[in-house]
């Protein structure tokens, strides 16, 4: 997802973030310069010696999640039994999110030189804490259209009404392991 878009998209839910007391200015400026950052870094998956410093390993992971997905989406197609192929599909889906969002955002999570860099700015710690959240969670939504959206396309040979539950299915999974990952921070 393009970074422009998923800030018109945060934009969206601006009231929710002001009603939880965040200053949402700020934590969307904060957001924006992350997800600049993160078009930059290197990821954890992608051994660094491979690409030199031009390439831009971000696109380059996304067309892996791309192939992957795809690869992904020939268990749905090829099913004979759909009960189990779900439960194997979900279970891969579930195991790669989570661990590329730990391995890619351990620090993310753990950073504490945001408190001490952004605090003595006079900002308070709900919008840290709402600008860590907000960052992990578009990069976990951009990782599961990237993931499933072969495979969505392809539910539908099940019908609509199995394509529905589908999307909504990889939605709980993603609050699940986002629920999961930041059950320790509080918007206090």
């Given at each position: 997802?393009?970074?422009?878009?998923?800030?018109?998209?945060?934009?969206?839910?601006?009231?929710?973030?002001?009603?939880?007391?965040?200053?949402?200015?700020?934590?969307?400026?904060?957001?924006?310069?992350?997800?600049?950052?993160?078009?930059?870094?290197t990821s954890?998956?992608?051994?660094?010696?491979?690409?030199?410093?031009?390439?831009?390993?971000?696109?380059?992971?996304?067309?892996?999640?791309?192939?992957?997905?795809?690869?992904?989406?020939?268990?749905?197609?090829?099913?004979?039994?759909?009960?189990?192929?779900?439960?194997?599909?979900?279970?891969?889906?579930?195991?790669?999110?989570?661990?590329?969002?730990?391995?890619d955002f351990?620090?993310?999570?753990?950073?504490?030189?945001?408190?001490?860099?952004?605090?003595?700015?006079?900002?308070?710690?709900?919008?840290?804490?709402?600008?860590?959240?907000?960052?992990?969670?578009?990069?976990?939504?951009?990782?599961?259209?990237?993931?499933?959206?072969?495979?969505?396309?392809?539910?539908?040979?099940?019908?609509?009404?199995?394509?529905?539950?589908?999307?909504?299915?990889?939605?709980?999974?993603?609050?699940?392991?986002?629920?999961?990952?930041?059950?320790?921070?509080?918007?206090?």
């Open positions: 997802m393009n970074k422009s878009i998923s800030l018109k998209i945060l934009d969206k839910f601006r009231f929710l973030y002001e009603n939880l007391g965040v200053d949402y200015d700020t934590m969307r400026l904060i957001v924006s310069t992350k997800l600049t950052i993160d078009s930059r870094k954890n998956l992608l051994n660094n010696q491979l690409f030199d410093e031009s390439s831009n390993q971000y696109k380059t992971m996304q067309i892996t999640y791309a192939i992957i997905g795809f690869f992904m989406m020939l268990i749905i197609i090829n099913s004979k039994n759909t009960f189990v192929s779900m439960g194997i599909y979900f279970s891969i889906f579930m195991f790669l999110v989570a661990t590329t969002v730990m391995s351990s620090s993310v999570m753990l950073d504490v030189k945001d408190n001490g860099i952004l605090s003595t700015r006079g900002i308070n710690s709900k919008t840290l804490n709402a600008s860590k959240v907000t960052h992990v969670m578009i990069y976990m939504i951009n990782i599961s259209i990237i993931l499933n959206g072969f495979s969505l396309i392809a539910s539908i040979k099940y019908g609509l009404m199995f394509s529905l539950v589908f999307l909504i299915e990889i939605l709980l999974i993603d609050i699940f392991i986002w629920a999961n990952l930041f059950t320790d921070i509080k918007f206090i």
